[in-house]
């Protein structure tokens, strides 16, 4: 199965400033197969980005996608108080579909 | 706006068979294209996808889970099950139901439900 290796564990930010998350896989991600997802304490995951750079609907455009092949990215800028939460890549192209360890963000 | 609900006994013995429920509300389950899927997340850990049904009644599972899950789809109920047996401790977890255009790419979430494995 394909792995996925999120970095880096932990990212303290302020808000107002950027955020660069980044998921490594084992092999390369057929079709750019590879979405992010924000979990919130006690909440679902919410979907954030498919196809590796496409916005789920209601995602505003602070909020990127970007990568091909074994190596993505996710961008958040000028944090908000809400975007404080972990992380998690999945990859979709090759089952079985596997996930990130995470990446939490908190406030610095 | 489609809701999903999670429902089920919220301990299981060692041994026995989990068994979950999804109903939805405000839409249909099995619109063109839907992937219904089960994700489950260990108390402090991160997600793992258990499998998933296409709207037209195939099926996928995740090979780790050797061969213990089921799901199936009911139309007409708007519902879709998880039944996973031989369970142990390790099956502990909050359960998600979740329905999407990929296989564990969901847009619509439950809230979760968590699935105790004890004696």
């Known amino acids: 199965e394909i792995v996925l290796t999120q970095s880096p564990g932990t990212l303290s930010m302020s808000p107002g400033e950027r955020a660069t998350l980044f998921c490594r896989a084992s092999?390369?991600?057929?079709?750019?197969?590879l979405a992010w997802y924000q979990q919130r304490p006690g909440q679902a995951p919410r979907l954030l980005i498919y196809?590796?750079?496409t916005r789920a609907t209601g995602i505003p455009d602070r909020v990127s996608g970007s990568g091909s092949g074994t190596d993505f990215t996710l961008t958040i800028s000028r944090l908000e108080p809400e975007d404080f939460a972990v992380y998690y890549c999945l990859q979709y192209g090759r089952s079985p579909s596997t996930f990130g360890q995470g990446t939490k963000l908190d406030i610095k | 706006q489609l809701q999903l609900q999670e429902s089920g006994p919220g301990l299981v013995k060692p041994s026995e068979t989990l068994s979950l429920t999804c109903t939805a509300s405000?839409?249909?389950?099995?619109?063109?294209?839907?992937?219904l899927n089960w994700i489950r997340q260990p108390p402090g850990k991160g997600l793992e996808w258990i499998g998933s049904a296409f709207y037209s009644g195939n099926t996928y599972y995740n090979p780790s889970l050797k061969g213990r899950v089921t799901i199936s789809v009911d139309t007409s109920k708007n519902q879709f099950s998880l039944k996973m047996r031989s369970v142990t401790a390790a099956d502990t977890a909050v359960y998600y139901c979740a329905r999407g255009g990929g296989i564990a790419v969901a847009h619509q979430w439950g809230q979760g439900t968590l699935v105790t494995v004890s004696s």
């Open positions: 092999e390369t991600v057929s079709n750019n197969f």
């Open positions: 405000g839409g249909s389950i099995s619109s063109s294209g839907a992937y």
């Open positions: 196809g590796a750079s």
